[in-house]
Nanobody
């Protein structure tokens, strides 16, 4: 059974930092790109960042580029999202997500985590 378990969310002041983690189990993580999405109240879920299964390429939404960094540790089956210079508009539930194996098809996500709340106070 595939499981994605996020952690690291919380309340932080604007300008602060948080690091999210997503631990995957039940599948060969090295064959999957891994990504983060977020959903703010009343808004659609949106792509935030992704990293190729090989770890060589990373992808970011324009709104977070330069502030967020995605990384992965396949030995720990874990993907991370380091979030710096947080803004109130970053407030959302953040979801870990996996697309089809050996693709970066962020449109067709096949596995989702349960989400972790990030709240940035201004």
């Amino acid at each position: 059974q595939v499981q994605l378990v996020e952690s690291g969310g919380g309340l932080v002041q604007a300008g602060g930092s948080l690091r999210l983690s997503c631990a995957a189990s039940g599948l060969p993580v090295s064959r999957y790109s891994m990504g983060w999405f977020r959903q703010a109240p009343g808004k659609d879920r949106e792509f935030v960042a992704g990293i190729r299964w090989s770890g060589g390429d990373t992808y970011y939404a324009a709104s977070v580029k330069g502030r967020f960094t995605i990384s992965r540790d396949n030995a720990k089956n874990t993907v991370y999202l380091q979030m710096n210079s947080l803004k109130s508009e970053d407030t959302a539930v953040y979801y870990c997500a996996l697309p089809r194996p050996m693709t970066t098809d962020w449109i067709r996500i096949i596995y989702w985590g349960q989400g972790t709340q990030v709240t940035v106070s201004s």
